[in-house]
């Protein structure tokens, strides 16, 4: 799946470690749940990882932890927001299709989302969407990763600007 997305080796070698460490946690057929997931075991993949928080009624999505790693994709804190919050109407739209389907498929999600929306059509992300589940089965929560690709000089994959 990852092998075929054209991202650099570094990029598609990441997302394959945080695949493997999220199946790993399984139990079965069961998803995994936040609770079977520890950060200490991905330190070095933390300034982009994100957790999403599952919303009904209407269903959205909140972005409960983003990474320091993305504010310089961002710009800016998008920690609590929504998808509605923190894209433009498109990019929200294409989001909000992305997870409903690692939601209603209960399978991971991966893809290539460009950053021409705000302006740094240079700058994209290879991402990886990772379905949890508390009760094993109802994907409740989403674990995320973003590879940043065509990062430049004034955008540090750790959020850390050069003085």
């Known amino acids: ?3 075929h997305s ?16 999220w199946a790993s946690r399984r139990d079965g057929a069961k998803l995994p749940g936040r609770r079977s997931i520890h950060p200490a075991h991905f330190k070095r993949h933390l300034p982009t990882v994100s ?19 993305l504010y310089s994709v961002y710009g800016r804190e998008i920690t609590g927001h929504t998808l509605g919050e923190v894209y433009n109407s498109a990019s929200a739209e294409y989001w909000r299709a992305e997870l409903d389907k690692v939601v209603e498929q209960r399978r991971p999600g ?16 290879l991402w990886l969407r990772l379905p949890l589940a508390s009760n094993g089965v109802d994907v409740d929560m989403i674990l995320g990763y973003d590879a940043l690709l065509g990062v430049q000089g004034d955008l540090a994959p750790t959020g850390i600007r050069a003085a």
Do not use: C, K
């Open 1 to 3: 799946m990852l092998a």
């Open 6 to 21: 054209g991202g650099p080796a570094t990029a598609v070698r990441a997302h394959e470690e945080l695949f493997a460490y």
């Open 51 to 69: 957790l999403i928080d599952v919303l009904s009624d209407p269903r959205d999505y909140r972005l409960r932890l983003a990474g320091t790693g």
């Open 110 to 125: 991966v893809g290539v989302h460009n950053f021409a929306w705000r302006g740094a059509g240079h700058l994209s992300i």
